[in-house]
């Protein structure tokens, strides 16, 4: 059974760099999925960030792209986030998850089987 | 940009009856759609994937249907654990990313 958990600090101050980073256990992250971010304001829904492959490649949501990085550590079996310049605007339960691929021949990343449990992040000075 | 529209907002419905929750997009995505539940303080679970296939351990009483702009999340017979938010998403290849509708959050009447 795959597992996800996200870690990380809960506070960040305006203008600063939010960093998570997500340790996958119970499989390995140079298996065949990408991973992704996905955050949730309070109260509000989902919005994908963004994902990697163990190779590296990774895919940004243009709305953020300018802003966000993501990284793979295969040595320690985890991938991480950083979004800079952030605003009270980035307040969100963060979550990690990793993609399902479907399909037979070419396949596509059909969404998200495996989440985190998620981590609060609140941009406040 | 796709953007996804779920209708309705909001469901109110009693234990047994059935569920029919819509999502429209504003230009095909073909079957590259996928549906979830999210219940308060939980991450969301997967229920349904390329439109139409359950995820694993989904219970049959969930079923999804459509292609291309319009597609529907069907409960059969509500249970007690089914009130929640379900949220679709779609997939596109080019530029490869994701996007997730608002919602449609299913109480007890």
């Known amino acids: 059974q795959v597992q996800l958990q996200e870690s990380g600090p809960g506070l960040v101050k305006p203008s600063g760099t939010l960093s998570l980073t997500c340790a996958v256990s119970?499989?390995?992250?140079?298996?065949?999925?990408?991973w992704s971010w996905v955050r949730q304001p309070p109260g509000k829904g989902l919005e994908w960030i963004g994902e990697?492959?163990?190779?590296?490649?990774?895919n940004y949501n243009p709305s953020l792209k300018s802003r966000v990085t993501i990284s793979v550590d295969k040595s320690k079996n985890q991938f991480s986030l950083k979004l800079s310049s952030v605003t009270a605007a980035d307040t969100a339960v963060y979550y990690c998850?990793?993609?399902?691929?479907?399909?037979?021949?070419?396949?596509?990343?059909?969404?998200?089987?495996?989440w985190g449990q998620g981590t609060l992040v609140t941009v406040s000075s | 940009e796709i953007v996804l529209t779920q209708s309705p907002a909001t469901l109110s419905l009693s234990p047994g009856e059935r569920a029919t929750l819509s999502c429209r997009a504003s230009?095909?995505?073909?079957?590259?759609l996928a549906w979830y539940q999210q219940k308060p303080g939980q991450a969301p679970r997967l229920l349904i994937y390329?439109?139409?296939n359950r995820a694993t351990g989904i219970p049959a009483r969930f079923s999804g249907s459509g292609s291309g702009t319009d597609f529907t999340l069907t409960i059969s017979s509500l249970e007690p654990e089914d009130f929640a938010v379900y949220y679709c998403?779609?997939?596109?290849?080019?530029?490869?990313?994701?996007?997730f509708g608002p919602g449609t959050k299913v109480d007890i009447k």
């Open positions: 990697i492959y163990h190779s590296g490649s990774t």
């Open positions: 998403q779609q997939r596109s290849n080019w530029p490869p990313s994701f996007t």
């Open positions: 230009q095909s995505v073909s079957s590259y």
């Open positions: 998850a990793r993609d399902l691929p479907y399909g037979s021949g070419s396949y596509y990343n059909a969404g998200f089987d495996y």
């Open positions: 119970g499989g390995s992250i140079s298996s065949s999925n990408w």
């Open positions: 390329d439109a139409s």
